[in-house]
């Protein structure tokens, strides 16, 4: 195992799952005899803000939090929160992000308009930038609610831990009732 | 057996493997969960005390009666269980007792960023500081051995980094054969009258000097010797961002924070050529390093605010070049391109909108509180002025009203939750009524404490275990209070909700508005119920955005062709609260039968 550790931002809207997601991809390393560490803010954020969450996996990891800039694969749920935090990534990073757009409170109440051209600004700064229809795979896979799933499985192409770690991560986090949709989400993504 | 585990959880699992009976706390963000994952441990007797001053009396009762106790609060917590804290360190404890303090660096969710290290120096108690989750389970089963062997409470500090990052724990068994709690009379020590207490306080100094010498051995004061060019003497969560930023450095990694362990720290600076500290918030220990005579330096290029990342240490070293070829960026939004921002809003349907929405059109002046209603101070509510800590809003209405003029004084209103009424607004509200202050208290009953995600309290019928509990009458409670005006309305019923306001805030005497809506993500059946969804007719809307003055997520604009814009409500969203309904003067808002 070589000493490079592995950073990965998990962003999006208070609500959207990001957690659990989060704590799937750190089973995953565990599972696959990484060390691991993840951290994200609990509380306010929770009320429909914006969330970050970092994961990180290697030999030995020391900091919970990603060195600034020094992120490897961004992982967006929501377009306008996957820009905001590009900054954090390391120049040639990945994205990997749903076609997904949560107003804000501003753009609700009609203020300001949603900012265009997200996925052309981010591609002219990250050529390695997927677009994910996590919906689409979803309702693919039978089920609305596996979007973060099939999101998952695309980022999972992007890391180097075997397929059944992350299956095996899969079967202990997710009720068993819905673990056949999740599977077939994952997959999906995975595929992409 | 291995598993991953936020700081929080490996406090509790310490807790249950060292063999606590009794756990304590009041929720408070980046604390709550270390009681919420100790229920799992049936082993343990977990409860919600109205305050962290309650819950310091409660666990320092069992700890009397010899059982391993564990209280947990935030940082300002500690200020309100201050005062027994501070006696409890004169009479000792029987059995261990730990007391989590959880720090907030960067305030992401606090009214301010207090360094609780203080407190350990101030109450003379030791103070334990874990630097990752397998460190908080192990500090805590040591926390409870300390406390017994030098008969002092011990605080256990964690910052929000700590408590809320996970990271792989190794699981042990729960101790057994420890001694079975009873009652035993120890008036002398537990009966704090000047004249035992004059006793106690030699012991107390007697016991920081053993301490503080055992300091010099613990396995948990550190020193790891690399390059000697440099060495760092750190703790907690920036051990660690240490670690990254200067993997080559030496270091002195302290787990014991107070009392500090002088003849190490003097060895580590006699190796090293230029030493530091770098420690968040203040320099507690920079500060008795130089006391010491030690040349050191840490504050004078560190950031004292906000909590510190490897980005900001490598920036401060570079600054002094040291480092930095590397180029550093704030954390978080700041340093986003220009993009709208997306702060917290109450959620679709939350009973408290209309109330605030109310309490704007009638230009009140609202002494605010803590809780998710602290939100009402952002747009387009906009109806706060202010907000301190738990409770002061009943007091700053108080004395607003002292002072202004008749006119000014109907509008002033105190808001306040019915969790941080019990907290720390009962006795204001007593206050209010003993010297006769004419203002109006709006007591935003939801049955839950909410922000912090929804934890049981004295209103809410259950306790933490989950068993049913009495439910506190608050009317009743007012009443015997001497609160001559009491009513109850529906907050979702905006003319009601005007009405009382207008008539109690023009009365001349105390009187409390009580809304009696539970929060809308209590997930036990049958406490929050969903009502007919509301649509918007856009035949009818005329694009008068009435409604959207309500900042309900669920409520969207949508240009048009040709028309200015009409309303949208996210089916999805939508709970059917109708008070969107109320506001529209077009009927253009209907619900679903």
Not at chain 2, 208 to 227: I, P, T
Not at chain 2, 452 to 481: F, W
Not at chain 2, 558 to 563: A, I, M, Q, S
């Amino acid at each position: 195992m070589s000493d490079k550790v592995t950073n990965l931002l998990l962003v999006g809207v208070g609500g959207q799952g990001i957690l659990l997601a989060s704590e799937i991809l750190s089973e995953t390393f565990m599972l696959a005899g990484f060390d691991v560490k993840k951290s994200e803010i609990h509380g306010m954020s929770q009320r429909g803000g914006s969330v970050v969450s970092h994961v990180r996996y290697g030999r030995e990891v020391f900091s919970p939090i990603v060195p600034e800039g020094e992120g490897d694969i961004l992982f967006g749920f929501e377009l306008m929160e996957t820009c905001r935090y590009l900054p954090l990534l390391k120049p040639g990073g990945t994205v990997v992000a749903n076609d997904l757009r949560i107003p804000p409170p501003s753009v609700l109440m009609g203020k300001e308009n949603y900012p265009e051209g997200l996925a052309d600004r981010i591609s002219s700064e990250f050529p390695d930038f997927l677009l994910v229809d996590g919906q689409k795979l979803a309702m693919e896979a039978g089920n609305p609610r596996t979007a973060n799933t099939a999101l998952l499985g695309a980022v999972s192409r992007r890391l180097d831990v075997a397929e059944d770690y992350w299956l095996q991560a899969l079967e202990r986090m997710v009720p068993r009732k819905a673990l056949e949709v999740n599977r077939k989400a994952f997959l999906l993504g995975r595929g992409l | 057996m291995k598993e991953i585990l936020s700081g929080n959880e490996a406090i509790a699992r310490g807790a249950y493997e060292a063999g606590v009976t009794v756990a304590t706390a009041y929720p408070g963000t980046p604390s709550t969960e270390i009681l919420e994952n100790i229920i799992r441990y049936k082993e343990v007797d977990a409860s919600w005390s109205p305050n962290e001053k309650v819950a310091l009396e409660v666990a320092m009762g069992a700890s009397f009666a010899g059982a391993r106790t564990l209280v947990a609060m935030k940082h300002v917590g500690v200020n309100v269980a201050a005062d027994p804290l501070f006696t409890l360190s004169y009479t000792g404890i029987k059995g261990g007792l730990v007391l989590v303090t959880a720090d907030d660096p960067e305030m992401h969710s606090s009214q301010n960023e207090q360094d609780n290290r203080n407190y350990a120096r101030f109450a003379k108690v030791p103070m334990l500081e874990p630097a990752d989750s397998r460190e908080c389970k192990e500090f805590t089963r040591l926390a409870l051995e300390l406390s017994e062997e030098y008969d002092t409470p011990v605080m256990l500090r964690t910052t929000t980094r700590i408590s809320h990052s996970k990271s792989i724990v190794e699981l042990d068994d729960r101790v057994s054969e420890l001694p079975v709690p009873a009652l035993v009379s120890n008036a002398a020590k537990q009966v704090m009258l000047p004249t035992n207490a004059k006793v106690r306080h030699p012991l107390v100094e007697a016991r920081m000097v053993k301490l503080a010498e055992k300091a010099n051995s613990m396995a948990v004061n550190r020193m790891e010797m690399r390059d000697t060019t440099m060495g760092i003497i750190t703790s907690g969560t920036c051990y660690q961002y240490v670690r990254e930023v200067f993997p080559n450095v030496s270091t002195l990694k302290l787990g014991l924070v107070n009392p500090l362990p002088v003849s190490l720290i003097r060895d580590f600076a006699a190796k090293v050529d230029r030493l530091f500290v770098v420690e968040e918030l203040d320099p507690c220990i920079e500060e008795q390093v130089k006391a010491l005579g030690i040349s050191v330096s840490g504050k004078d290029f560190l950031p004292l605010c906000g909590e510190l990342s490897p980005g900001r240490i490598r920036a401060a070293f570079a600054a002094i070049g040291i480092g930095g070829e590397k180029a550093s960026v704030p954390v978080g939004e700041s340093s986003a391109p220009s993009l709208p921002g997306r702060p917290p809003n109450m959620c679709p349907g939350c009973p408290h909108r209309g109330v605030f929405y109310t309490l704007n059109k009638l230009k009140a002046y609202v002494t605010g509180d803590i809780g998710c209603y602290t939100l009402g101070f952002l747009p387009p509510l906009s109806a706060m002025e202010t907000c301190v800590c738990m409770g002061a809003s009943i007091g700053n209405a108080t004395g607003a009203v002292k002072v202004v003029s008749e006119e000014e004084k109907r509008r002033v209103v105190a808001v306040i939750g019915d969790s941080t009424f019990f907290h720390s607004g009962v006795t204001g509200l007593m206050d209010m009524v003993y010297n006769n202050a004419p203002s109006t208290v709006i007591i935003l009953d939801n049955r839950i404490t909410a922000m912090t995600g929804r934890q049981d309290n004295p209103a809410s019928g259950y306790t933490l275990m989950n068993e049913p509990a009495h439910k506190v009458d608050i009317p009743l409670l007012c009443g015997a209070l001497g609160v001559k005006h009491v009513r109850v309305v529906n907050p979702y019923d905006l003319d009601e909700t005007r009405q009382a306001l207008k008539e109690e805030m023009g009365r001349p005497e105390t009187s409390v508005i009580i809304t009696d809506k539970p929060c809308v993500l209590i997930k036990r059946e049958g406490v929050f119920q969903r009502g007919p969804l509301c649509a918007v007719d856009v035949e009818k809307c005329t694009g008068c955005r009435a409604c959207l003055g309500l900042g309900c997520p669920a409520i969207q604009w949508r240009p048009t062709e040709g028309k200015k814009g009409v309303s949208f409500i996210d089916p999805g969203l939508c709970t059917g609260c109708d008070v969107c309904r109320q506001l529209c003067k077009f009927d253009a808002i209907r619900r679903a039968q």
